[in-house]
């Protein structure tokens, strides 16, 4: 509980030595939730939002002898010129897009480059464009520097699909860009071709960006094709492309991510880089080149289990009382919802207290869906199934009106 208060102190601190801008910093949910569940016992986490499989031995390797052969120092300020090189290639044999070096940009995981991104556009009176619910990032660091959020809601009923048109009808004199992020953190949603390609070529034409969050991109069931902002743009004049290692390689703790965009989108921010991180870390850039380079099983293999636990949770969330879903065909969470009306961050709470099971609310990703809960399935099969043991007839027993 002593992290709470810390927390607290900090957020609600008037202290004029901080910038008001932190201020725009909510306090995270998840953090909520995961520091009260380490005073529990016999929690089981539906709440991680990172992959629970080992990275591929190959490239650990990779990392290891990075160290050993003293890789150690800074690499160029673009990042490590062979990564840099399978980056462009990899892309470029997966979108049939040529993509040169100049294009990418290395940075310290996807959040680096979503920081960058959007505290390199963001300036008061600029509209950006944010499906809600979203990735918690986005908008804080976007009204951080004066931006205006402009949310476009998704429902559950609508599997969480982004209205093509309604982003459309959110664009105006001052949208500067839109943020996409398929398949999404918190709802799994994967959207299709149509959507990203009416999105983009709107965008294009009234010169908007779309700035893309791809960290789940290999994370997509059922064989479905994975439509990146990449395969739908005619160039890159107004598209930021942004993924990592975190996910796909399960490499989060390796902090490896980077950016796509024109050679001079990438230029002005190398130099921005230059002031936050300087470089990524030089051995997790190599066992990125092995990754790249190695053999795609780990991928296949994981994907097929998150495929399993995808279904049956879809199953369990079915069988729950006052809980509604839908089948997300990407990334590893399900965001069902509760009752119009209900607020999910007190049944998060009580069901955590009641019976151990960790999950996020729904209004730690915006204000739309309130009623929601997000449920990671990166967790074992075993551990699902126990903790929808404890789920279901606690829901039974909830009277919700
Ligand atoms: C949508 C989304 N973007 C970015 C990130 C951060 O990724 P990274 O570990 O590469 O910084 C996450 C992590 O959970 C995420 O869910």
Redesign the pocket.
């Known amino acids: 509980m002593g992290n709470i208060n810390l927390d607290t102190d900090f957020y609600e601190s008037e202290d004029p030595i901080w910038n008001p801008a932190l201020l725009t910093i909510p306090v995270p949910g998840i953090r909520r939730m995961v520091n009260l569940a380490a005073n529990l016992e016999d929690v089981i986490h539906l709440s991680i939002?990172?992959p629970d499989f080992k990275p591929p031995q190959h490239v650990i390797q990779a990392g290891v002898d990075a160290f050993q052969a003293g890789q150690t120092g800074y690499t160029m300020d673009a990042g490590l010129p062979e990564l840099l090189e399978a980056l462009a290639e990899y892309y470029g044999h997966r979108y049939q897009r040529p993509l040169l070096p100049e294009n990418i940009i290395v940075?310290?995981?996807?959040?680096?480059?979503?920081y960058l991104a959007l505290t390199a556009t963001s300036a008061p009176g600029r509209e950006f464009i944010v499906p809600d619910p979203?990735?918690m990032?986005y908008g804080p660091l976007i009204r951080m520097n004066g931006g205006v959020v402009k949310t476009v809601p998704t429902r559950a009923e609508d599997n969480h699909q982004l209205d093509p048109q309604a982003v459309i009808d959110a664009m105006g004199p001052n949208t500067y860009a839109v943020i996409l992020?398929s398949p999404?953190?918190?709802t799994g949603t994967l959207y299709p071709r149509e959507t990203i390609e009416t999105i983009v070529e709107e965008a294009a034409y009234r010169g908007i960006y779309v700035i893309s969050?791809e960290?789940?991109d290999h994370l997509i069931y059922d064989k479905r094709e994975y439509p990146s902002v990449l395969s739908c743009c005619s160039d890159l004049d107004h598209v930021m492309v942004?993924?990592?290692?975190?996910?796909t390689f399960s490499m989060?703790g390796m902090?490896?991510?980077w950016l796509i965009a024109s050679q001079g989108a990438i230029k002005k921010l190398r130099r921005y880089h230059m002031f936050t991180t300087t470089v990524a870390n030089t051995p997790c850039q190599w066992a990125g080149v092995a990754a790249l380079r190695g053999s795609r099983d780990f991928i296949d293999n994981m994907v097929g289990e998150y495929q399993q636990r995808r279904d049956r949770l879809v199953e369990l969330v079915e069988q729950t009382p006052h809980l509604t879903g839908y089948r997300p065909d990407g990334?590893f969470y399900l965001f069902p919802s509760l009752p119009e009306g209900v607020d999910g961050a007190n049944v998060a709470l009580k069901l955590l207290k009641e019976t151990g099971v960790c999950t996020v609310s729904g209004d730690t990703f915006g204000e739309s869906c309130r009623n929601a809960l997000r449920i990671s399935y990166s967790t074992s099969l075993e551990q699902i199934e126990a903790a929808f043991d404890r789920l279901i007839p606690w829901m039974e027993k909830q009277q919700f009106s």
Do not use: C, M, W
């Not at 940075?107 to 979503?114: N, W």
């Open positions: 939002g990172q940075t310290t995981g996807a959040t680096e480059a979503i979203s990735f990032l992020n999404s953190n918190p969050d960290v789940y942004i993924s990592s290692f975190s996910k989060a902090r490896i991510g990334a």
